[in-house]
């Protein structure tokens, strides 16, 4: 007769819950804290490189500025997208604020509205993707701790979070989160679609010191639909930006110049 | 203890698994990486450049049921074109946008050499100016376009005559290859509304329709984007959350037409949108011949021998339609058309029973004057119609993009269909081939088109 009626999983589970809950931190908070790490609270900018990797080979480059802006009502990124390069994408812009995506093309002149679902099919979700608030728009669960491979092979000891779209409009469905304990450095992640299928994976790697902390300037994507591809995004010029509210009304799209 | 061990030991296996997940992951990112692309501060000049070969032949039906006046549609034609985009920023306020391209052009209805074979186009061509933050005013020529819809755009008032020379009928393609009207224009964006307010003057007066291998090699062609006086006044604003509408009102001489469009979201591969436009006017077919007299393009007697039907009446166009997108990057489109003043089946059945009439010689250059006059315009021929369309990115391969659109004649059930693949070889060139066909019995919408197929190979190289 067992002194504990509480199954052996549950008691597992507590185990690994007690150190937390010394330290007196949620789930939500170590999320959050990663959010501040990854970016700054101010409205800033920066440039973003993305490489496409085909079996290892370089086949695609894009460079892109985005201009975000912390939404005060839902606390969430607001981005504005502008593709630079290639020559075939220039002028092209983006705007995705909250749930309103649209797409701006200089070619036909014309402003379409886009999907969250059909946002991802282009270049500007990779800067979505790395300026999402996870914190605002999961729920947060703490599944272990465990020492990871960072993208440099480095040991990491991380808090292992599962994340669940906190509503049905959340870029993804299911997102695996590893935090590295003590710096709060985000250093991977695991999306899922509604399906439950792996669609990419995310390692965030070279953190340098930039608009005040410690926050990673690389994110290595692979794709876990198609895996011959990797792509890499390399951010840089990051800057504080006076960024006007009128800038997130689709009629600005066609005069987004950038600054 | 044991319960422990044999934790530990169920637990291996998984360890092992994931580490061995985490060092193929690994092992994926990438060694060697190339030199990353300029992402400095942009210049105060930007521009997008292209040379573009396109080889377009076409197949032709040998009998019409209404005969087509002549020149038919050229069987083959090659063009070489030269487009570029200008964008010049001196000062932080001001601003000067030139766009337009520059045409070589070969074709068994076009005689070589003659002036004939070179053509240039200025798409636009205006100066901006920001008087204080959020409000522009821009002078010159300038494409102003509006609505949510792909297939059709009612509340696109500028759309009209426009369209030069288009090298396929996807209307993706329309849009980028038309003429701005010379307009000056004024808008004032706020945080949650934008204000525009344009006025394009007459200039010129209007020019006859002509087909592509009689239009002028250097001309401004005012007389088909500035033939008549032009106002719009139009806002959008945030209604609640992520729903912004926008609302048109439309003057065009002594003719007002309302407007208004919105788009939204429906879960996270929706998006639903309506356009819908209505104003006073006459039918299409009065429009089209009083338009054909005015520019002696038809004569008095053929025009009152169809006895057309002057009276202006309430017409109403829409296009109601939704986009779904799939995790496979695959996104579907499917919209309903209306253009009220368009055909309807009975106009129909008097469009081919005048042709076959005896008359029907005589009066058939005015029958088909009717359909390119709404070519022209960029409107529907008939009053109802669906339009589907997919586009595929990635498909198959990477930078492999597919697509194809059908747009559906609901009076007889005839078909424009076309499918297209366009695949970037590298950053700068691509290649694209796309085959188009007017599916029909003889005595339908496009069935009684003179093109059954057309297709087109195109090569693109950025600079």
């Excluded at chain 1, 701790?145 to 994340?163: G, K, V």
Aim: hydrophobic share 45%.
């Amino acid at each position: 007769m067992s002194s504990f009626p509480l199954p052996f999983w549950f008691r597992a589970l507590a185990l690994w819950a007690l150190p937390l809950a010394a330290l007196g931190q949620s789930a939500e908070e170590i999320v959050a804290r990663a959010d501040q790490v990854r970016n700054p609270e101010f409205p800033f900018r920066f440039n973003l490189a993305l490489t496409e990797y085909v079996a290892g080979k370089p086949v695609g480059q894009n460079a892109l500025a985005i201009y975000s802006k912390k939404d005060p009502a839902t606390r969430q990124f607001r981005n504005l997208v502008l593709y630079e390069q290639p020559p075939a994408d220039a002028g092209k812009a983006v705007l995705l604020d909250g749930r309103a995506f649209w797409f701006y093309d200089p070619a036909s002149k014309s402003s379409v509205r886009i999907s969250p679902q059909q946002r991802l099919i282009g270049q500007a979700a990779v800067g979505d993707v790395l300026t999402v608030s996870l914190a605002v728009d999961y729920v947060a669960r703490l599944s272990s701790t465990e020492t990871i491979q960072d993208a440099a092979r480095h040991p990491r000891s991380c808090w292992h979070l599962d994340l669940q779209a906190a509503d049905d409009l959340s870029t993804y469905a299911h997102v695996e989160y590893w935090v590295e304990q003590g710096t709060y450095h985000p250093v991977k992640a695991k999306f899922y679609s509604d399906s439950g299928r792996l669609l990419k994976i995310l390692y965030y790697r070279a953190f340098e010191d930039w608009l005040g902390g410690t926050r990673p300037t690389e994110a290595v994507i692979l794709d876990s639909v198609d895996s011959s591809r990797v792509t890499t995004a390399k951010s840089s010029g990051h800057r504080p930006a006076n960024i006007p509210e009128n800038w997130f009304q689709r009629e600005f799209l066609p005069r987004f110049q950038g600054e | 203890m044991r319960r422990g061990v044999a934790a530990v030991l169920l637990l291996s296996p998984a360890l092992a698994a994931f580490g061995q997940e985490s060092e193929a992951e690994l092992s994926r990112i990438p060694i060697e990486e190339p030199s990353t692309p300029a992402t400095s501060a942009p210049g105060p000049l930007r521009r997008v450049t292209y040379l573009e070969s396109a080889t377009e032949p076409s197949l032709l039906r040998s009998a019409l049921l209404v005969p087509y006046p002549p020149p038919l549609p050229p069987a083959i034609e090659q063009r070489l074109l030269l487009d570029a985009t200008l964008f010049w920023a001196p000062l932080h306020d001001l601003a000067f946008t030139l766009s337009g391209l520059v045409e070589l052009r070969a074709a068994d209805d076009i005689p070589f050499p003659t002036h004939e074979n070179i053509r240039v186009d200025v798409r636009e061509a205006f100066a901006t100016w920001q008087p204080f933050p959020g409000a522009y005013l821009d002078a010159g020529r300038v494409n102003l376009k509006s609505g949510v819809a792909i297939g059709y755009n009612p509340t696109d008032f500028f759309k009209a005559r426009a369209v030069v020379e288009p090298l396929s009928a996807d209307p993706a393609v329309l849009r980028e290859v038309r003429l701005g009207a010379v307009m000056v224009r004024a808008q004032y964006v706020w945080g949650r509304a934008a204000l525009t307010a344009a006025f394009a003057p007459a200039l010129a007066a209007p020019s006859p329709i002509l087909p592509d291998a009689e239009l002028p090699s250097f001309d401004p062609m005012l007389g088909r984007t500035n033939a008549v006086n032009r106002f719009l006044l139009k806002g959008t604003f945030d209604l609640v959350a992520d729903i912004s509408p926008e609302v048109l009102a439309f003057v065009q001489g002594r003719s007002l037409s309302l407007g208004a469009n919105v788009a939204e979201s429906i879960g996270k591969s929706v998006v639903l949108y309506l356009e819908w436009a209505g104003g006073r006017q006459a039918s299409l077919t009065e429009e089209a011949l009083s338009f054909g007299v005015l520019t002696g393009s038809l004569p008095v007697a053929v025009v009152t021998a169809l006895e057309p039907n002057p009276a202006l009446s309430f017409q109403q166009d829409a296009s109601l339609g939704l986009s779904y997108a799939t995790e496979s990057k695959l996104t579907l489109w499917l919209e309903y058309h209306l253009h009220q003043a368009g055909f309807s089946r009975q106009d129909w059945q008097g469009w081919f029973q005048t042709g076959l009439s005896p008359s029907g010689s005589f009066l058939s250059g005015a029958l088909w004057y009717i359909r390119a006059y709404a070519l022209d315009q960029v409107e529907p021929m008939s009053r109802n119609s669906i339009f589907a369309r997919a586009d595929w990115v990635d498909a198959f391969v990477f930078r492999l993009e597919l697509s194809g659109f059908a747009n559906v004649d609901l009076s007889d059930g005839s078909t424009l269909a076309q499918v297209s693949a366009s695949y970037a070889l590298s950053d700068a060139w691509g290649l694209g081939a796309l085959l188009s066909a007017n599916v029909g019995n003889r005595r339908s919408d496009f069935g009684s088109l003179p093109q059954f197929l057309s297709g087109v190979l195109t090569a693109r190289a950025y600079f």
